[in-house]
């Protein structure tokens, strides 16, 4: 579908629908796959690259911007899409994964693919030299003609670096295995230049000026120094010098964008930094000057370096209002960009902004079955926990509902530690919105992008205050009116499964029910597994950020452990196929349910990971919370 409204004039998706009630929507249309995922444009602004799903397989796709002609690529059967991207305007990259046994274990092997857009047949790349990881892409030149790939046959010996030419596959080694480097990076040439080492307790960066000689050690960083970590999760290596950019929470407590000269090993001046909340990533132009910086504050923000760039994405957003514009992708030369609008109660569309003609054109709705106009308003909220935190949240109220003694339901992400909620379309809210409960989703202490004040009091507040901050959300919202204290359940995934399933053993009193989608019921269990992922040292990390004080005993807040204090019926659901949170985890607390004739439900999904994969399986979900919920906590 192609319109040509002005962006002050961009259509608010459904709104031409039959008036009719959201409670009316059935669990089917809230459990819809998107129309189209990430697109892309090619970088010339003439083509948009996306991937689609239909008749149980992924493809990838790309449409033409001028007269809408469409190419398509069926992924290979048995492979999981990771990612895409352009190289050149005619040529495509795209990274797949499949499980494997490795050792005694299962794990990820990912591969990379290519393909030219005349003929859209997929060649592997790099299959010969590669071990597990395949898709390690530094670099990629800008014409497509070749890229950069880190690739390592066997974890014995360190990774080399290839020159690839993408047209025929053909490999030039430009980097030998290095000392005990583990991982390469490259400039904004394609030129390597650094490599990161590994150690029990600390990552070493090496260091060279140009693209010969010998590497340097640049600097020695503590896992656990979380000011120096922006050096790790943020290299940027500028062409011809020394000077780069970095994330670091240095000095403020939220990390901010800096200049780093990598010769000094110093820290300069910050380009920009935001008073509240983290900068979490930040591009480039070709010539290694900043072009944009991204945040999170209620919703997702950019700031353009360029004014001009600035001047329109501020006249966006303000045309927009309520809703919100999210840049996608762009054309190298900014003058085309794809925007997402939407907002919490509208899934969105995507727009092609024509920046010379001052125009956006829509090309793709996410899902038409949903009309805006019927779905439920969310906002950004802040209350304050016991202990004088103050926790930011957002609040969705059921439309058409008096704000008044309602029905509530907690919302806990997952993570739980650098995640957030904010306000973008949630198609689970919205569900639960629209069979009439209030939905509240806390940004908890440990929750990512408040700084590291906020992240670091999550350490060892697992089952503690992480809690307490669900129980004084639910009281804030009691005493402003709005709840019933009464006629509250806790519904969450992953770590917000846990956090469903302890708020109802650790305070019955409080909460009606919970429902779980693969958390976590056995934290002494689960750092076990963990360990197959971690060193030692990663692993002692990871065991002192869940548990804080070593004295401090995890069973105390495990649910398995603790099953028999249960009282509140719980409704548990597990994927067969999770490598995240195994299903071992939910098989034991059914079993010990069953052993103590606890109130439970629960419901496998064989074909499923740590996520609903297949809408029907998603739309089997809703619908046995909705009963589940209307059973349980009426609303």
Avoid at 97 to 116: G, I, P
Avoid at 148 to 169: E, I, M, N
Avoid at 501 to 527: H, I, K, Q
């Amino acid at each position: 579908m192609w319109c040509s409204p002005s962006f002050a004039q961009v259509a608010s998706p459904g709104t031409d629908k039959p008036d009719i009630a959201a409670a009316s929507y059935p669990a089917d249309l809230f459990a819809k796959l998107p129309l189209i995922n990430g697109p892309k444009l090619s970088p010339d602004g003439q083509n948009i690259l996306f991937s689609t799903q239909t008749g149980g397989r992924t493809f990838v796709a790309t449409r033409s911007v001028t007269d809408g002609k469409l190419h398509s690529i069926p992924l290979p059967e048995r492979l999981d899409l990771n990612w895409y991207r352009w190289a050149g305007n005619n040529r495509l990259l795209i990274s797949v994964s499949q499980t494997v046994r490795y050792f005694d274990t299962e794990a990820r092997r990912s591969y990379l693919l290519t393909a030219d857009t005349t003929s859209m047949k997929p060649v592997f790349i790099g299959r010969d030299q590669q071990g597990l990881e395949g898709d390690d892409l530094l670099y990629v030149d800008p014409s497509g003609q070749w890229a950069l790939l880190s690739l390592q046959r066997t974890p014995y010996v360190g990774p080399t670096v290839y020159r690839v030419t993408l047209a025929d596959g053909k490999m030039e080694a430009v980097q030998n295995p290095y000392g005990d480097i583990w991982e390469w990076f490259a400039d904004n040439r394609g030129v390597v230049r650094m490599g990161m080492s590994f150690s029990r307790d600390s990552w070493t960066l090496h260091y060279r000026e140009g693209d010969s000689g010998g590497f340097r050690k640049l600097a020695t960083i503590r896992y656990d120094d979380e000011e120096q970590k922006g050096l790790i999760d943020a290299i940027r290596v500028i062409s011809g010098s020394d000077q780069g950019y970095v994330l670091s929470a240095k000095g403020t407590g939220r990390y901010a964008l800096y200049r780093y000269n990598y010769a000094t090993q110093t820290i300069g001046e910050m380009v920009f930094g935001n008073p509240d909340h983290d900068i979490s990533d930040y591009d480039l132009n070709e010539d290694g000057t900043p072009s944009a910086v991204y945040y999170t504050d209620e919703r997702p923000r950019v700031h353009w370096f360029d004014p001009a760039q600035q001047q329109v994405q501020e006249a966006i957003d303000k045309a927009l209002g309520a809703r919100h514009g999210s840049l996608v992708s762009r054309s190298r030369d900014g003058r085309v960009k794809i925007i997402h609008v939407g907002g919490p109660n509208d899934p969105g569309s995507y727009y092609l902004f024509d920046e010379a003609l001052g125009k956006m054109d829509i090309f793709a709705r996410i899902n038409e079955a949903l009309s805006s106009s019927r779905l439920s308003a969310s906002r950004y909220v802040s209350y304050k926990a016991r202990d004088g935190m103050t926790i930011h949240a957002n609040l969705t109220l059921p439309r058409g509902r008096e704000a008044r003694g309602l029905p509530l339901i907690i919302l806990p992400h997952g993570g739980p530690y650098g995640v957030r909620d904010d306000l973008r379309y949630d198609a689970e809210v919205q569900f639960l919105a629209s069979r009439g409960y209030a939905v509240l989703q806390p940004n908890f202490r440990g929750s990512g992008g408040y700084g590291e004040a906020h992240s670091k009091a999550g350490e060892g507040a697992i089952g503690r205050q992480m809690q307490d901050d669900l129980d004084d959300g639910m009281d804030w919202l009691v005493q402003q009116g709005m709840v019933d204290a009464g006629r509250v359940c806790v519904v969450g995934a992953s770590y917000g499964g846990y956090a469903a399933l302890w708020a109802v053993t650790r305070n019955p009193e409080r909460y009606r029910c919970a429902a779980s989608f693969a958390g976590v019921t056995d934290w002494d269990r689960m750092l076990k597994y963990d360990a197959r992922f971690f060193s030692r040292s990663g692993l002692r990390r990871w065991r002192n950020t869940i548990q804080g004080d070593r004295g401090f005993d995890m069973d105390s807040v495990s649910p398995l452990k603790q099953a028999g204090k249960l009282t509140r019926p719980v409704l548990i659901a597990q994927g067969q196929e999770d490598t995240v949170v195994p299903p071992q985890q939910a098989a034991a607390y059914v079993n010990a349910l069953k052993s103590a004739s606890k109130p439970h439900e629960f419901v496998s999904y064989d074909k499923e990971g740590h996520g609903f994969d297949d809408p029907a399986n998603l739309a089997d979900w809703l619908k046995r919370l909705e009963a589940f919920l209307a059973k349980h906590n009426p609303a």
